[in-house]
């Protein structure tokens, strides 16, 4: 892990970075989801106790905690439940055709007023895969009804098993007027 400062400000404030790499390790369900993008094929997961089937798949159920072995695949369009624009792009929650949960990723469009409540979305794939959740690039607006029904995944491609990313967190912290002092001797002693 690296830390940088990069200065004090005179109102009392220090603007740092912290650096870290690491691995993830996705667990069969999300591995299995990660590899099949490749394939421009969506799995989820039903949980064995309570049937819901959630985006992207996972081992164990976030309503009940029950196993969720059995992986399923979703229909690759659903319904825009939510939006919001960051600097990044339009980051958007879609309940994908057959799902209970709705599923987080970016929309790509050029104007985000165009967005509405309940829009019908379809997924929009990367040309060249590389093994992440950004090989499905978003969802597109999409004029179509809903196609194509929750089916038994089948053969799958073999799971991602790790994920190597680098982490940076850039932020600012106030030191208020007791630290602010007690700093401003020390660079002053």
Do not use: K
């Not at 978003?138 to 680098?166: C, K, M, N, R």
């Amino acid at each position: 892990m690296t830390t940088t400062h990069t200065g004090r400000e005179a109102m009392g404030s220090m603007h740092a970075q912290i650096s870290m790499p690491y691995t993830l390790t996705a667990g069969l369900a999300m591995g299995s989801f990660l590899a099949e993008l490749a394939n421009r094929r969506i799995l989820g997961s039903r949980c064995a106790s309570c049937e819901t089937i959630r985006v992207p798949a996972q081992d164990f159920c976030g309503d009940c905690g029950a196993d969720t072995a059995e992986l399923v695949q979703v229909p690759a369009s659903g319904v825009l439940e939510a939006w919001t624009v960051t600097d990044q792009g339009t980051v958007a929650l879609v309940r994908l055709d057959g799902t209970a949960v709705p599923f987080l990723h970016h929309v790509v469009v050029g104007d985000p007023s165009t967005l509405t409540i309940g829009m019908r979305v379809e997924a929009s794939w990367s040309d060249e895969p590389s093994g992440n959740v950004l090989d499905l690039a978003g969802f597109v607006p999409s004029e179509g009804a809903a196609d194509g029904a929750v089916e038994d995944a089948g053969e799958t491609a073999a799971p991602i098993e790790q994920l190597a990313y680098h982490m940076r967190l850039d932020y600012q912290h106030a030191y208020g007027h007791y630290y602010g002092t007690l700093f401003d001797g020390i660079a002053n002693s």
